[in-house]
């Protein structure tokens, strides 16, 4: 299917220059918090993930997270210098980690164009909750490089990977990629993380109407028993740059609907308080989940706001704490850590900052007024900058 003929608006905005300047009471708080190994914010939801973005380069030009237009060979990437180092990361992850966190996912950009990232898994995979559990510690990547990485990361400590596929067909994968990279490529590597025992590894395919939604039923065939857990996201409103509208989102209900025409479908219960998916099981001949056939999640941001149970944080690559992906400012802990601040002043700053947290942005959107909801987004932080 042929791209929305609809020209697309691109907002030249570069996120890394809007940083919010940091609130004294929220860095150097009057009132020091330990750690506790409880946090919650204001609409009382605890923090229990946390996802570090290590890079904001990546190899894919997707348009609705690094668009060519915005990022082409003439974009000026972040110095080194302004990146956290592998020891910064860890030392701001411990004290996530005192305060709950019980999960860490590394994204980007793509992670996996960090120069020795298998260095900072070994880090992150000997840190242990304050109960002494290791972390559920996974990485989400476009799998140009898998391949190549998977075995490392294993041997490092990494438990998991989630790689990003908008298709099956070639013709329609690379031109959402936008680099001319083969759908092949990125099976080899899927297979590759099987083989290195990284799993259960999940596939997340990102649907936008009239551009891969007829990919929907390939997909769930390709990846049905193969012990691979395919997501469908519904193409979300984040950042600037992705000229996002409501009429190229297809709701995941429509996604379930197509699936189980041809493929019966069984609800699951959640796997865990707060996910972010809705689980769908396929069903063997006596209409019960057959675990053998595996299962699809649909990740409903648009239509179903998942905001009531929000656990997560995210840390941008040059060091910048955000309470939402949808948020337009963030809290500088890069400038805390090189100031000198020590663990327990880093500690303290990071409870204050959850402690204020009251976003819900998802859950707003529909009351929102045009130049703060759906329209526009030009304030927004960058999906390809804190992740997705």
């Known amino acids: 299917m042929a791209e929305n003929s609809t020209p697309r608006i691109v907002h030249l905005v570069d996120q890394r220059t809007r940083r919010m300047p940091t609130p004294a009471a929220a860095l150097e708080p009057a009132t020091r918090m330990l750690a506790s190994g409880h946090l919650q914010d ?11 973005s290590v890079t904001d380069r990546c190899n894919f030009r997707c348009s609705y997270c690094m668009p060519k237009e915005v990022f ?7 110095p080194q210098s302004d990146l956290l180092s592998f020891e910064e990361i860890s030392r701001i992850a411990t004290q996530f980690v005192a305060h709950g966190v019980e999960k860490i996912r590394l994204t980007g950009g793509e992670p996996l164009l960090r120069k020795n990232l298998e260095v900072l898994v070994a880090q992150l995979a000997a840190l242990r909750t304050p109960q002494g559990k290791p972390l559920d510690l996974t990485l989400t990547t476009n799998g140009a490089l898998l391949a190549r990485k998977a075995a490392c990361l294993r041997a490092a400590g990494l438990q998991r990977v989630t790689v990003s596929l908008d298709g099956l067909d070639d013709a329609v994968f690379k031109r959402m990629n936008d680099v001319d990279f083969p759908v092949s490529d990125v099976l080899q590597g899927i297979a590759a993380a099987q083989a290195a025992g990284l799993g259960p590894i999940k596939v997340n395919m990102v ?16 990846f049905q028993g193969s012990g691979v857990v395919l997501r469908f996201i519904e193409y979300m409103d984040v950042g600037a740059t992705n000229g996002w509208r409501m009429d190229d989102v297809l709701p995941s209900s429509a996604v379930v609907a197509r699936i189980q025409a041809a493929m019966p479908l069984v609800a699951l219960q959640a796997a865990q308080a707060g996910e972010t998916a809705q689980r769908w099981g396929y069903a063997g001949a006596n209409g019960q989940h057959d675990p053998r056939l595996g299962e699809i999640g649909v990740i409903s941001s648009v239509t179903q706001a998942f905001c009531g149970d929000c656990s997560r944080a995210r840390l941008s690559t040059e060091g910048q704490l955000y309470l939402c992906l949808f948020a337009s400012q963030g809290y500088d802990l890069r400038s805390l850590v090189r100031a000198g601040a020590d663990d327990a002043d880093l500690a303290s700053a990071i409870a204050h900052i959850w402690r204020g947290r009251e976003d819900r942005y998802s859950a707003l959107r529909a009351a929102l007024p045009p130049d703060q909801g759906a329209g526009t987004s030009a304030q927004r932080v960058e999906m390809s900058y804190i992740g997705g």
């Open 42 to 52: 204001r609409l009382h939801r605890p923090l229990h993930d946390l996802r570090i």
């Open 72 to 78: 082409d060979k003439d974009y000026v990437y972040l």
């Open 207 to 222: 649907v936008k109407r009239g551009t891969n939604d007829h990919e929907i039923l390939p997909m769930a065939r390709h």
